[in-house]
């Protein structure tokens, strides 16, 4: 099993599709549009902040389990992992609460962690990482118009946002669940250009052979 990360408008959507259609293997996609819960958190993120994390939780579980099930080289548009950075940003900005964070981190180290003896398949061989700056992040975010994740329409959202992309870095290098490798979103712009989307495949391919 393989797995993205990367910020809000990152491209993991894209790549994943890419690279399922390049390996011959599933794509497991984050549901958006029909995430009841995502408008509300955006809305009133301490009310619905904690709820959001357990629906994502559920939703990432049960699709970790079907890609392990179907496949060797399925793809999840989205690390379980990250989550948690999300979370704790939303409580460091006084959004959540930090028990709250805490109950669920060990709740996700709890469903992670396999039983003594039984192998470990709940965790992917390879994650990759789209990073983007800033910037592109913005870009992406206003070009892509999903209204809930406007700043135009929730100014708030600019300092999230920000601070979100500015974790990530910090959380890539503490990353040590499986092997992992950066893609240079800004780089390769791999949705646009078939010379970057080639390039990007060549990096993933060789990273895959060497595991
Ligand atoms: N754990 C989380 N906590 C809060 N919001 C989350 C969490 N996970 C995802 N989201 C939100 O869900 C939406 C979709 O997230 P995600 O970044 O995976 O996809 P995306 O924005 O389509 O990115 P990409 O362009 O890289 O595919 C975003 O609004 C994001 O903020």
Do not use: C
Not at 189 to 204: A, G, N, P, T
């Amino acid at each position: 099993m393989i797995v993205l990360s990367g910020t809000i408008g990152a491209g993991k959507t894209s790549l994943t599709k890419m690279l399922a259609d390049h390996l011959g293997s599933k794509a497991f996609y984050e549901s958006v549009s029909d995430n009841p819960i995502l408008p509300l958190f955006y809305e009133n993120p301490k009310k619905y902040g904690f709820l959001l994390q357990i629906y994502f939780l559920n939703k990432r579980l049960s699709q970790i389990k079907t890609a392990q099930k179907t496949g060797k080289n399925n793809i999840l548009d989205r690390s379980i992992y990250e989550d948690a950075l999300l979370f704790q940003l939303t409580a460091d900005l006084n959004r959540a609460t930090q028990t709250e964070v805490d109950i669920y981190k060990s709740l996700v180290d709890n469903m992670m962690s396999e039983m003594d003896g039984v192998a470990d398949i709940k965790n992917p061989d390879l994650l990759i990482h789209v990073r983007v700056s800033f910037e592109t992040m913005l870009s992406r975010i206003k070009i892509r118009g999903r209204s809930f994740e406007q700043i135009d329409e929730n100014p708030e959202l600019f300092d999230y946002y920000q601070e979100l992309n500015r974790r990530y870095d910090a959380w890539f290098d503490a990353y040590d669940r499986s092997p992992k490798i950066q893609i240079d979103g800004d780089r390769f712009d791999f949705v646009e250009d078939e010379l970057s989307r080639d390039k990007v495949l060549d990096m993933i391919d060789t990273k895959l052979a060497g595991i």
